[in-house]
């Protein structure tokens, strides 16, 4: 059996923890049913991204994105269970099949067990925001600890871990920072970022996504999401498709566009454009953070362990 995980080309912690998860919560998987694919973690229940032949074993997975695919063959789809009650019903499986992301379970590895606190706030954001964004300076100016979602996945879970409040606008920032028992706070940086797939996975835990809205922090950020910036909106491509008023130009604006010609002046161009996401995420890490209950969580994954207690009495 083998893990199907979407890869991102610049790395994104929330799928790539599936290289090493599933071997911790059905060890000796990969040695049977080498005919069978293990859809887990992700929001990949997608028609583009699943091959078509083939049986697949779905564990937790999540709907989100473009169309599902054919899943009314039961002989080449075995779905145990999915991220969420929203996924449940698109797929057509009953509500209760919806249980909860099995990112959760990684919270019970022993080698993430017990370990200290090193940073009082940090911030996860999307990928996206990542590649494009001015972030890691934004939250030294804002005071909170940055956590590249980029990373080696069980370096960034452990940070997150190590972390007295999470600010996520990564999804698995929130979802790992609840398993680990850190309050969180929900943000976004624009429509981009997917409400179904929080809405689902919060339904489980019984929170309600209600993200702050952190405003866009560079240009490149706006093209790579396809939106506003400084009263300029962006497609994908890079076009400007609505130019600010020309009586919006104020002389703070026009000061800043001649620093950022100057190139040792560049990121202080940068830092004065990003002033608004600089303050709205310094405001969000002072809002108040959401936590699943004790019992909630703890429901939720004993019906997770015993999904997977029927699936290696089935498989391995």
Not at 244 to 253: F, H, I, L, M, N
Request: hydrophobic share 45%.
């Amino acid at each position: 059996m083998k893990p199907y995980y979407w890869e991102s080309e610049h790395g994104n912690f929330g799928d790539d923890l599936n290289l090493w998860l599933w071997d911790f919560l059905l060890p000796g998987f990969r040695e049977v049913h080498s005919d069978v694919l293990l859809v887990g973690v992700g929001t990949v229940l997608n028609r583009a991204l699943l091959p078509e032949e083939g049986r697949k074993l779905v564990l937790g997975s999540g709907f989100g994105y473009g169309s599902l695919p054919d899943m009314q063959d039961r002989s080449l789809w075995d779905i145990r269970c999915v991220r969420g009650p929203l996924t449940a019903e698109k797929v057509g499986v009953p509500v209760d099949l919806g249980v909860i992301d099995p990112a959760v379970l990684v919270a019970d590895m022993p080698e993430f067990a017990s370990l200290p606190k090193r940073y009082k706030q940090s911030f996860v954001p999307h990928w996206e925001s990542a590649v494009a964004g001015l972030w890691p300076v934004i939250c030294a100016m804002a005071g909170l600890h940055y956590i590249d979602p980029r990373g080696e996945a069980k370096d960034v879970i452990r940070q997150i871990a190590q972390s007295e409040l999470i600010v996520a606008e990564s999804m698995h920032g929130a979802i790992l920072a609840d398993a680990f028992r850190v309050p969180w706070v929900a943000v976004s940086t624009s429509d981009s970022i997917n409400s179904f797939k929080w809405r689902d996975w919060a339904s489980t835990v019984g929170v309600e996504h209600k993200p702050r809205r952190i405003p866009i922090s560079t240009r490149a950020e706006a093209i790579i999401k396809g939106a506003r910036f400084w009263g300029v909106d962006y497609d994908r491509q890079g076009v400007a498709a609505v130019a600010v008023a020309p009586e919006r130009v104020e002389e703070g604006d026009v000061a800043v566009a001649q620093m950022a010609h100057k190139p040792g002046l560049r990121l202080a161009a940068k830092q004065v454009l990003a002033a608004p996401s600089t303050l709205a995420l310094w405001q969000a890490s002072r809002a108040r953070p959401q936590l699943s209950t004790d019992a909630r969580l703890s429901e939720r994954k004993a019906r997770l362990y015993d999904v997977l207690e029927g699936v290696r009495r089935d498989y391995l």
